[in-house]
Every structure is written in structure tokens, then in C-alpha cells.
């Protein structure tokens, strides 16, 4: 009895539910068993009919007699019958269920759920559920669980279909847990929660069947990426330690036009001392848009080069790898590094050479995008690797950038995640964070502009451009979509450059442009030849227009918190006092509530925690890509268990790493398999 076997050869059922099930990602009897309800439904109490109540769902349990079915004169089809039980008798009337002629029976004992009506001064109950009255009910009379449905599946279908074979084959999951675990942390047994979860015996019960399972998913992960990490400390060949140049160091502090805060330094001491270690470091630095985590990379890249070894720096798009480029060529010069770039972009004959000069080592630092990791390219003595905005690169792509050579590895997000997701997506990683601001750094004044202020916005905006400033304007889409009736960045550059800002050089940018256009547009935004830029979300990261002051977000209700806090970023980098103006196309009580949180609050850390909470982990952080597999029960905001699963797992990996005495664990990890690792 295996539980990969196709539902085809275990449900009674067409073929056309199976493509159903499929489309649901439910294909095996494992799928089916795991696949967990969204919410669950209390119809476990009963009601006499004497009690019933027009304001709420009642259940009874009573007796069919009186049963007639007829046609109206409307041509619908009705079936009455009176329900008793020892308190007394109700009227049920149901509308156009003709099949109910086949189910129901006089003298037959059932139970109905449903709201009574007062229908010509009596109580009746109109069309309510009904189940007959056995052993173990299914859709009535207990917790009711409630599946994520599909056209042609209901959570009645997928109960009928789910409860025999919970019967029949939930002992195929043997219980893997090591018991010290399971005492230890006071878990059901796993064929329990599986089971309880479905159906569960009583509230308590459910809730320690959730606690089981949330717990092995997220203990599961955390195992996985510890794991991951002692390998990393302990297998891989390394030799190369970087001991602090405090000479070097001091030098490039003192050159610098601004005095580091104190989280930078922090950050900085926290990355040499892994610098210093006999393993490779892998650490994930965090921080606020505008926290100044390039500055903390670059002294990192620097004390690596003074210590006879190479750099690189890797980043998810040619804008912001061409940033980085400049920014750090600058910080640098005066070491006399080379410091190279390379893009697809890149002509092939400087792509070539720069090739030659890293495997021979004449190139100190090479910057760029995932060019850098493609099969001609190798490093003679590579001693650190930078990626930044690791979330956007696939791990396999991570992977690819640590296998050479085993370097050290920085990880920079300027997307902030909460400390217990971050232990979780990342969990082979350490982590910093710089939780300070440069001083300084103003408060972006954040508005949501309803439609009916939208011209007194674009006036305001005209005179402040007027006066010298510049500005973004965000648009959701390249192109208009008549579903979504969303503004695109097109049609929205030639409406506003003809109709509303006449006078001024309106620009426009997008994903879909050659890198050679995108470049010659953010070269004359820079130089403020052009006065607003008309963007789609590309403008996300990389872009720094210290004379760009304001920010303007179409439809501002299709982002995220976090997505928003990212755009909002890209002003304030001057001395002007800036400003974001929320546009809603569609407003609405939660999406006022929601996008309220961007004025509230400047930390990216509260907007984040925030935004997990409404819209969940994948959809923020591209979770797929992070090499985690979809949570069917725990949650990513639950940092209780979290804390408790990364304990759990830490004390499994102290003791026994290869796993090699828990090999249940081990075989249920290759049971996830690949799930760890897409790319």
C-alpha cells in the first residue's frame, strides 16, 4: 500500500474530479491525505427544535414524517416533511433538490443543519443541509472541516471522498519523531494529528493536532538548513582566512564623507569576526532602504583584497549592479583596486578579458549580475562573495557562487524580514542587522491621495519640479489591462507628458526596454534633464537620485507593504525633504486600513511584520525561490513555534549532524526532497 499510489486506483469516482483533484496539486493518496482544511466549521452542538433560533445555524436531530414531494405551480420542484424530536415538531421545506425523493424516507432519523424562518406565523426550516444520523457523522453534529474548493469539488465532495481513506491509510505515516522530541515538547502522535486534523474529535484536540503538524513542517525546514549550515562549516575546503587590516580599515573610515553608525560598525565586527573563522562565513546582512549596507560590503571587500584575495559582488538586475559598481568603485579608488563589471550587456571581447584577468587574478573585485557566475568564468583565489537582494536569486545560483572555492559569503536585503522568518527562510545563514538609520536621514512624509485630490496633487507637483526637485511615478503594468483597470506606465507617460505636466520632460521606464535605454534614461533622470520618471516596479532597487524628492504610487492598493516601503526608499537621499503620495484607484475599508500602515510607520521591520500577517511569505519574500515548500499548516508569522522547532532541530543537529541515528528524519527530509532547493 503505497501512498504514492494514483487516486485513480483508490477513489470512486469520473475522471473528471481526478483532473479536478490534479489542478489542486492533488495527485497521490499522500496529497489527499496532507491535503489539510483552510478553516473548520463548529456544527457540533445540537439544538431541541423547541429552542430553534432565526438568527443563527441550527442543528437538530429529528424524525422525517409527513414526507410529500410536489411540483408548484411556478414549475418548482418542493419537498416538505415535519421533523420532531421529544420537544416538538418544525416544518422543512426544500426548493429544486428533486434527488432528495431517493434520499429521505419517513420514519427516518437525520440530522439538519440550517437557519428557521417564521413563514406564516410558524417556524419552518428552508432548504438546510442534511446528513443521515450514524456513528461518526461527517458533514454535521461535529467540527466541520472546510477544504480550499474548486469549480466542481466541494468541501462536501472532498469530506465523503477524504474520510475513508483517512481510515485506511493513515498508519502508512509512521510516526518519525524521536520520542525525547516528542516528550520533551509534549506532541501527538503523528498518526493522531494527521487523522484529528481532518476530523477532529473536539477543539482541543484539533488545536494539538495544528501544534503537531505546524511543528514537523517548520522543524523539518529548520533541520534541513542546519544542516546545511554544519556542512558548510565543516566540509567544505577552506583556507581562506581574512584577518582584520585594522589599517586598511582605518583609512577607508576616515575617507569616507559621513561617520558610520553605530549598527555598521556592529555589522562590520560581526562579519570580520566570521572572516577570522577556520569555515567559510555565510551570513545574511539586513537593513532598511538607505541603512548604508553597500558601505559595510565595501569594507568587507576591501580588508578581503589587502589580504591577497579576490571579490565578488553580485546583484539581480543591471541597474542596481551598475550601482553598485559606481558606488563601490568610488569608495575604493583610492586603494588602487581593479574593479571590473560585467552584464549581459557586457560587449564579448571585455567579457573575455575580464574572464582571463580573474582566473590569472589581476582583477582585485568584479561586480555584477548572474553573468558573473556563468560556466567560462573562474576565479584564481576567490575570498568573498557578495549577493545582494538574495531573495531574487534562485539557491542553485547561490550555490554556484559558494562552490567556488568555498568563499565567504554576504548576503545583503534591503527587503526587512522579521527575525523568526529569517531563521526560517535562511536559517543556514547568521544574521546581522543594521537597525539604524544614518544621521541625518529625514522622514519621508507619506500621504494616501484619494481620487477626487488627484489634480490638486499633480499642481502640487508641477511647482515643486518648478523649484528644482524631481519625481517618480509608479505604474503597475507595461501595458493597460482592461481586467485589472490598472494605469500602465505607457499610456500613463503620454497622458501626463501631453495633458498634465506640459511644460516639463516626463520620462519613462520599464522591464521591457533594452538595458542600453534603461541606462540612457537614468542617466538624464540623474542629471535632472528628465523632471519625472514614469516607472514600472523596475525602479524598485538600485536607483539613488539624491535631487528626487518625491514619489508617486498608481493603484498604490496592488502592492504589498513591503513593495511600497521599497519604492518609498528611492527618495529622501538628499537634503530636500520628501514626500510619497499614495493614488487608490479602488479604495475600500481594508485597503485604507492597510495602506494607513505607510503613513504610520517609516521601519520597513513593522511594515514587513505587517504585511506577512495580511498577505504571507510567498507572495513578499518569492518563498518558491527561497527553496521552501509550500507550508500546508504551519505559519511563517507563528514565532512561538518557530523559536521552538529551530530549538528542536539545533538539539538534533548537536547531537548527530549526518543524521546517521535518526534515519526516520533523514528519510523524511528525502521525502521533501528537491522541494529544499528550487530554482
Known sequence: MSLNLSLQKVLHTNKEHITKLE??????????????????????????????????????????????HKRTKNGKQLTKCLLSDDTGSVEVIWFNQSYLKRLLKNGQEIILSGKAKFNLGKMTLQSPSFEEQKKEQTHIGRIVPVYHETAGLSSKWLREKIQPVIKDWSKQFKEYMPKEILDEYKLMPYQKAIAEVHFPSD???????????????????????????????NIAVHDQKVLPRHEVLSEFFSKLPFELTGAQLRTIEEIFNDLNKPYPMSRLLQGDVGSGKTVVAAAAILNTVKNGYQAALMAPTEILAKQHYHTI?????????????????????????????????????????HAIIQETIGFKKLGLAVIDEQ??????????????????????????????????????????????????RQQIITRIVPEKKRLDGYKWIDEQVKKGRQAFIICPLIDESDVLEVKSAIQEYEYLQEHIFTKLKVGLLHGKMKPKDKEDVMNLFS??????????????????????????????????????????????????????????????QETSKRLQAMVDFSSGFKLAEIDLQIRGAGEIYGVKQSGIPDLKMASLT??????????????????????TNYPMIKAKLDELGEVFVKD
Open 23 to 68: 489542478e489542486l496539486g492533488v495527485k497521490t493518496v499522500r496529497d489527499l491525505v496532507l491535503y489539510f482544511p483552510r478553516i473548520y466549521v463548529d456544527k457540533s452542538a445540537y439544538t431541541n427544535i423547541a429552542d430553534l433560533k432565526t438568527d443563527e445555524v441550527n442543528n437538530v436531530i429529528g424524525t422525517i414524517s409527513n414526507l410529500f
Open 203 to 233: 477543539e482541543i484536540t484539533l488545536e494539538e493536532a495544528k501544534k503537531r503538524l505546524s511543528f514537523d513542517e517548520l522543524f523539518l525546514l529548520q533541520t534541513k538548513a542546519l544542516q546545511k549550515k554544519w556542512h558548510w562549516q
Open 329 to 369: 568603485f568610488k569608495m575604493l579608488k583610492p586603494f588602487g583596486l581593479n574593479i571590473q563589471f560585467i552584464a549581459g550587456s557586457t560587449p564579448q571581447s571585455i567579457k573575455d578579458d575580464v574572464t582571463l584577468q580573474l582566473k590569472n587574478g589581476t582583477v582585485d573585485v568584479v561586480i555584477g549580475t
Open 391 to 440: 531573495h531574487r536569486f534562485g539557491v542553485k545560483q547561490r550555490d554556484i557562487l559558494k562552490s567556488q572555492g568555498s568563499p565567504h559569503l554576504l548576503s545583503l536585503s534591503a527587503t526587512p524580514i522579521p527575525r523568526t522568518l529569517a531563521m526560517t527562510i535562511y536559517g543556514d545563514q547568521d544574521l546581522s542587522v543594521i537597525d539604524e538609520m544614518p544621521k541625518g
Open 527 to 588: 542629471q535632472n534633464k528628465i523632471n519625472i520618471l514614469v516607472s514600472t516596479s523596475v525602479i524598485e532597487v538600485g536607483i539613488d537620485v539624491p535631487n528626487a524628492s518625491i514619489m508617486v504610487i498608481e493603484a498604490a492598493e496592488r502592492f504589498g507593504l513591503s513593495q511600497l516601503h521599497q519604492f518609498r526608499g528611492r527618495v529622501g537621499r538628499g537634503e530636500y525633504q520628501s514626500y510619497c503620495f499614495l493614488f487608490m484607484k479602488k479604495s475600500g
Open 638 to 659: 507563528d514565532s512561538f513555534t518557530i523559536s521552538l522547532a529551530r530549538q528542536a532541530a539545533q538539539e538534533i543537529i548537536n547531537k548527530d549532524p549526518e543524521l
